[in-house]
């Protein structure tokens, strides 16, 4: 069986019996009892305490009484944070005891703060409070509200933190003299949230606070809260809508009484800069758009230092690096404005393209993937891996070397799966998008930068509030010559005599072709890719939804500290006569920034002096 629903009046019960008004030093006992002896019947009546002269021996006076509860050394003191009215009534209860009654209490609050008590009912009881204007229920667990108990009187009404999901149950009887209304931080969702924010249910409503819910109809709210001639002040950030385009200027057009949106003052210059905007509502775009932004990545230690010069036969070993970051999926495929398409990809896609085309030196990173190979690929591992990895987003292009067998693929895969770092798989719901392949440098430039447009703005608000995480990979390939053909293979016996004695021309333009432009080998055959984690952390989004317009941070992950790295340092010191470098140097640091859109491309036209995103 559930518990029952623990009420209001309940909760208020509770806390008075929880302040001890009827206890030592409060109340009547024998620490106080001459004061209230009678005089006569008259002075019985109307509760006056004798006078303190009259207190008998092994009672307490009243500034002692009050000593012990004021004192923030006694043991009888209130517990901290407690308010104004806790401590009226505790001084009350030990200077006249006896007014403490039910009807006292009923009449004497006009303002009951109920906050995290695990409410979920409000009953009847509360119309005893005749004189009540401010109830605060914040963080509770209230779902619905029968406004017929809530008192006429009230004023202020706050459920911050609760779990309504409609304010529908508030339209049914609401007070008529409500000023404030605060439903932040709720579950409302739906369009026809805007149905229940007209004049037809607030007449006086002076503020509104619905931040941090899921409303997403800013055109049918804006209409809604337009009934609304003395609403002043309105907060609506932290919601899917307050991500879209001009949702500020937007608001302030159509609202033209308004004097605070989202906790800031909405300006004169604003009023005149929007005007004529809430009359393009069919123009106003239902998606989010922000640019994520990376930018230079500094203290990567140079690991190839310690390898070895190769060979004839190899290996050939190149480094790589590169950023990654968590992001939403896009609405309407990928790409973006600035011509650049990163690699968004699920992993095991990730690493099933570099097992059947491993990936190219950092000469070739700029060049088109050709379009064969990714359709080979989904075909050897099935329609579940197919369908992630048919976008082949990897921006770089491999060498020519042939495709393994189907079996051989899934059979790399399932070997790759146990050593994959588990910081390189992308939360639930969300895509990994990585920067082009770079090689290294003391400051290795990203030059990174990638729209997103979003429609599920519900969804878009869960990743901020959750963050990213932002990770920098060092990638390492071994490429080998490639295998000459053995002399006795069917293939080359098979070699007629003339085709063995072609022009020397024809013969050199087919040595010239197997070379690329720095005349090193193409043909090689290369290794799976060894992927190593060198800092990964997370990133804090949540400023977006407040309704600032970028997030710029820098991603500090400290010294990188493996036993190459400490190989590395002792090579360092050694070659170097002079004292290394300091240790702060060598920390690995990303500059990492969104920013959102908050403003049309048609509204910064023709305007100055507005913030806009350059």
Request: proline residues 9%.
């Given at each position: 069986?559930?518990?029952?629903?623990?009420?209001?009046?309940?909760?208020?019960?509770?806390?008075?019996?929880?302040?001890?008004?009827?206890?030592?030093?409060?109340?009547?006992?024998?620490?106080?009892?001459?004061?209230?002896?009678?005089?006569?019947?008259?002075?019985?009546?109307?509760?006056?305490?004798?006078?303190?002269?009259?207190?008998?021996?092994?009672?307490?006076?009243?500034?002692?009484?009050?000593?012990?509860?004021?004192?923030?050394?006694?043991?009888?003191?209130?517990?901290?944070?407690?308010?104004?009215?806790?401590?009226?009534?505790?001084?009350?209860?030990?200077?006249?005891?006896?007014?403490?009654?039910?009807?006292?209490?009923?009449?004497?609050?006009?303002?009951?703060?109920?906050?995290?008590?695990?409410?979920?009912?409000?009953?009847?009881?509360?119309?005893?409070?005749?004189?009540?204007?401010?109830?605060?229920l914040s963080a509770n667990q209230i779902k619905e509200i029968d406004?017929?108990?809530?008192?006429?009187?009230?004023?202020?009404?706050?459920?911050?933190?609760?779990?309504?999901?409609?304010?529908?149950?508030?339209?049914?009887?609401?007070?008529?003299?409500?000023?404030?209304?605060?439903?932040?931080?709720?579950?409302?969702?739906?369009?026809?949230?805007?149905?229940?924010?007209?004049?037809?249910?607030?007449?006086?409503?002076?503020?509104?606070?619905?931040?941090?819910?899921?409303?997403?109809?800013?055109?049918?709210?804006?209409?809604?809260?337009?009934?609304?001639?003395?609403?002043?002040?309105?907060?609506?950030?932290?919601?899917?809508?307050?991500?879209?385009?001009?949702?500020?200027?937007?608001?302030?057009?159509?609202?033209?009484?308004?004097?605070?949106?989202?906790?800031?003052?909405?300006?004169?210059?604003?009023?005149?800069?929007?005007?004529?905007?809430?009359?393009?509502?069919?123009?106003?775009?239902?998606?989010?758009?922000?640019?994520?932004?990376?930018?230079?990545?500094?203290?990567?230690?140079?690991?190839?230092?310690?390898?070895?010069?190769?060979?004839?036969?190899?290996?050939?070993?190149?480094?790589?690096?590169?950023?990654?970051?968590?992001?939403?999926?896009?609405?309407?495929?990928?790409?973006?404005?600035?011509?650049?398409?990163?690699?968004?990809?699920?992993?095991?896609?990730?690493?099933?393209?570099?097992?059947?085309?491993?990936?190219?030196?950092?000469?070739?990173?700029?060049?088109?993937?050709?379009?064969?190979?990714?359709?080979?690929?989904?075909?050897?591992?099935?329609?579940?891996?197919?369908?992630?990895?048919?976008?082949?987003?990897?921006?770089?292009?491999?060498?020519?070397?042939?495709?393994?067998?189907?079996?051989?693929?899934?059979?790399?895969?399932?070997?790759?799966?146990?050593?994959?770092?588990?910081?390189?798989?992308?939360?639930?719901g969300t895509v990994l998008f990585s920067t082009v392949r770079k090689?290294?440098?003391?400051?290795?430039?990203?030059?990174?930068?990638?729209?997103?447009?979003?429609?599920?703005?519900?969804?878009?608000?869960?990743?901020?509030?959750?963050?990213?995480?932002?990770?920098?990979?060092?990638?390492?390939?071994?490429?080998?010559?490639?295998?000459?053909?053995?002399?006795?293979?069917?293939?080359?016996?098979?070699?007629?005599?003339?085709?063995?004695?072609?022009?020397?021309?024809?013969?050199?333009?087919?040595?010239?072709d197997k070379k690329g432009k720095d005349g090193k080998d193409k043909?090689?055959?290369?290794?799976?890719?060894?992927?190593?984690?060198?800092?990964?952390?997370?990133?804090?989004?949540?400023?977006?939804?407040?309704?600032?317009?970028?997030?710029?941070?820098?991603?500090?992950?400290?010294?990188?500290?493996?036993?190459?790295?400490?190989?590395?340092?002792?090579?360092?010191?050694?070659?170097?006569?002079?004292?290394?470098?300091?240790?702060?140097?060598?920390?690995?640091?990303?500059?990492?920034?969104?920013?959102?859109?908050?403003?049309?491309?048609?509204?910064?036209?023709?305007?100055?002096?507005?913030?806009?995103?350059?």
């Amino acid at each position: 069986m559930e518990p029952p629903a623990l009420t209001v009046s309940a909760a208020v019960r509770e806390h008075l019996r929880k302040l001890c008004l009827h206890e030592f030093p409060c109340g009547t006992g024998s620490w106080n009892k001459s004061r209230f002896l009678p005089q006569t019947y008259r002075a019985w009546r109307e509760l006056i305490p004798r006078e303190e002269d009259a207190v008998g021996p092994g009672e307490e006076t009243v500034d002692a009484l009050l000593g012990l509860v004021c004192s923030p050394h006694s043991p009888w003191a209130l517990l901290e944070g407690s308010s104004a009215e806790d401590r009226f009534l505790r001084e009350l209860a030990i200077q006249n005891p006896l007014m403490l009654k039910d009807s006292f209490f009923y009449t004497y609050f006009r303002s009951l703060r109920v906050v995290d008590k695990q409410v979920s009912l409000v009953d009847n009881d509360l119309l005893k409070f005749v004189k009540l204007e401010e109830l605060v229920l914040s963080a509770n667990q209230i779902k619905e509200i029968d406004t017929t108990n809530l008192p006429p009187t009230l004023k202020v009404l706050e459920l911050y933190g609760n779990k309504m999901t409609s304010m529908e149950c508030l339209c049914t009887c609401p007070p008529p003299r409500l000023q404030h209304l605060g439903l932040g931080h709720n579950k409302l969702l739906g369009p026809l949230e805007s149905l229940y924010v007209t004049s037809d249910y607030w007449p006086n409503l002076i503020s509104l606070d619905l931040s941090f819910n899921d409303l997403t109809d800013l055109q049918g709210m804006v209409s809604g809260l337009r009934t609304l001639r003395r609403l002043r002040l309105l907060v609506l950030q932290g919601n899917p809508l307050a991500l879209v385009p001009c949702y500020r200027g937007f608001i302030i057009d159509g609202l033209s009484g308004l004097c605070v949106l989202d906790d800031i003052t909405v300006a004169p210059s604003e009023k005149h800069l929007f005007r004529g905007l809430s009359h393009s509502g069919d123009l106003l775009a239902h998606e989010a758009r922000l640019v994520v932004t990376v930018g230079h990545v500094r203290g990567v230690l140079d690991s190839s230092v310690l390898d070895p010069e190769p060979g004839p036969q190899g290996p050939f070993i190149t480094y790589s690096y590169y950023v990654t970051y968590e992001f939403v999926e896009d609405e309407e495929g990928e790409g973006d404005e600035y011509g650049r398409v990163p690699a968004a990809l699920d992993v095991f896609s990730c690493l099933l393209w570099q097992i059947v085309k491993p990936p190219p030196s950092t000469e070739q990173l700029g060049e088109d993937i050709p379009k064969e190979p990714i359709k080979e690929a989904e075909d050897s591992v099935g329609p579940g891996l197919a369908s992630q990895s048919q976008s082949g987003e990897l921006e770089e292009s491999g060498a020519s070397a042939p495709l393994p067998r189907p079996m051989d693929s899934a059979e790399e895969l399932a070997k790759l799966r146990p050593r994959l770092d588990p910081r390189l798989w992308p939360s639930p719901g969300t895509v990994l998008f990585s920067t082009v392949r770079k090689p290294w440098s003391d400051v290795i430039p990203c030059n990174y930068e990638m729209q997103h447009v979003l429609k599920d703005l519900v969804r878009l608000k869960a990743f901020l509030l959750s963050g990213t995480t932002v990770t920098i990979v060092e990638e390492k390939i071994l490429s080998w010559p490639a295998v000459p053909p053995s002399p006795n293979s069917p293939s080359a016996a098979k070699k007629g005599k003339g085709e063995k004695d072609k022009k020397g021309k024809e013969k050199d333009k087919e040595e010239k072709d197997k070379k690329g432009k720095d005349g090193k080998d193409k043909d090689l055959r290369q290794d799976p890719p060894v992927l190593r984690v060198l800092g990964s952390g997370p990133v804090d989004l949540e400023p977006l939804l407040s309704g600032e317009p970028f997030m710029s941070t820098v991603c500090n992950f400290g010294v990188v500290r493996t036993l190459e790295t400490n190989r590395l340092t002792l090579y360092r010191v050694q070659q170097c006569p002079w004292p290394p470098l300091p240790t702060e140097q060598h920390q690995v640091r990303i500059l990492f920034l969104v920013r959102a859109f908050f403003l049309g491309p048609h509204v910064a036209e023709g305007t100055s002096g507005l913030p806009l995103p350059s």
